[in-house]
């Protein structure tokens, strides 16, 4: 199911015209005309490399020639479309879905094969010209310690409401762990709430949290694991960013009753003080943005007691892909995360090395869990359309934000990402968890 496809411009209503002006306006100018000519001839060339059939107005085909059933990408305005690929990339494309440039019944399905291939969709003597022709970061989207409440609060602040549309009971917004999870499978959305709770207790297990323990969370969420650190007996601080998530994780703790225990506070987190014996944060690293991370690191290690742990779950992405791509400005960068940067492994391990005492000693590797979360948020959202209406989300925003999260479990799906449960010790502390 999607949104409904409409035929902008002409029946682009002014106020959701205003709200999102570069999805109305489809890009012009003679460079844009030119670069659009180019664009046209690269997606062709790259759809052919992928299992995906790619339908035209006039009845041309592109894709991959298989004898399976491939999902449909269905160009509606060709033009509109390479006009915006021509002019931003991937952010063209994802702007054309949002438009309905483009659609599909099988979204996932249509993004899964791209991102598989993505460090080879673009011909490598091509790819020299990234920085030349793609849109960069706004430095106003640079997450200092000034900018890093706004950024927070376009994604985090939108409204509770909106994000309890779609996620379980736990308000937890972060890869869920399944029992027993094979290839295959498809865990239905009553295991979702169990499998949450059950990667907070493992990421609670990697850190050595019991009773007595002094936690920091770094990044709140809506509290679930404030909730199940208190209840095994520790003290938990929790910084945020977020107002919102600030309010309801308040009060699901006083409700829980473990106000005693638990402070969240509005808090950035290069201004944490005081010492913990365990520090935990659920994909929080994402938004902190390259740059930034020796000061996320060596503020964990100068808060850290002695013998005290850091467990850190973190979307991950290949490392030449990082580099390759770090500089760029990116779809999910405009209208999702603003200022973030996927970290892999190696950057991790790399950076706490050069500017830390800590080091990387335990890594748990989970992205197919991760896309069964994504699948079961994505068919949970687009089921629940009508309520996020009456929140007073326009249409635009729902194909948006169906785009976000398809376009995150494909990457999952591919491989292209996946997201791990990092233990880090200061070198000399380890200490066996088992």
Known sequence: MNAPIRNFP?????????RWPDVARVPDG???????????????????RVDVRVEYPDGELSGLRSSGIQP??????????????????????????????WTTDDLV????????????????????????????QPSSEENTAANTRSNIARHYDLSNDLFATFLDDTMTYSSAFFDNLTPGTRPPWADLADGQRRKIDRLLDLAGVGPGSRVLEIGTGWGELCLRAAARGAVVRSVTLSVEQQQLARQRVADAGFADRVTVDLLDYRQVDGEFDAVVSVEMIEAVGEKYWPVYFQTIDRILAPGGRVAIQAITMPHDRMSASRNTYTWVHKYIFPGGQLPSLRALDSVTRRHTD?????????????????????????????????????????????????????????????????????????????
Do not use: C, K
Request: cysteine-free.
């Open 358 to 434: 800590l080091r990387l000693v335990e890594v748990q590797a989970m992205g197919d869990h991760y896309a069964e979360t994504l699948r079961l948020w994505r068919e949970r959202f687009v089921g629940r359309h009508d309520d996020v209406a009456e929140l007073g989300f326009d249409s635009t925003f729902m194909r948006m934000w169906e785009f976000y999260l398809a376009y995150s479990e494909a990457g999952f799906r591919s491989g292209y990402l996946d997201v791990h449960q990092l233990v880090f010790a200061r070198d000399g502390e380890q200490r066996d968890t088992r």
């Open 30 to 48: 003679l460079s844009v005309a030119l670069r659009s000519s180019a664009a046209a001839w690269l997606f062709r060339h790259a759809s052919r």
């Open 72 to 101: 449909r990408m269905i160009i509606r305005r060709p033009e509109a479309f390479a006009r915006r690929v021509g002019a931003d990339g991937l952010i063209g494309f994802g702007e054309a879905f949002m438009a309905g440039d």
């Open 10 to 18: 002409n029946d682009f209503p002014p106020d959701e015209a205003a």
């Open 109 to 136: 399905g249509v993004l899964t094969p791209f991102a598989a291939r993505m460090a080879r969709l673009i011909p490598r003597p091509l790819q020299i010209l990234r920085a030349a022709v793609l849109p960069s």
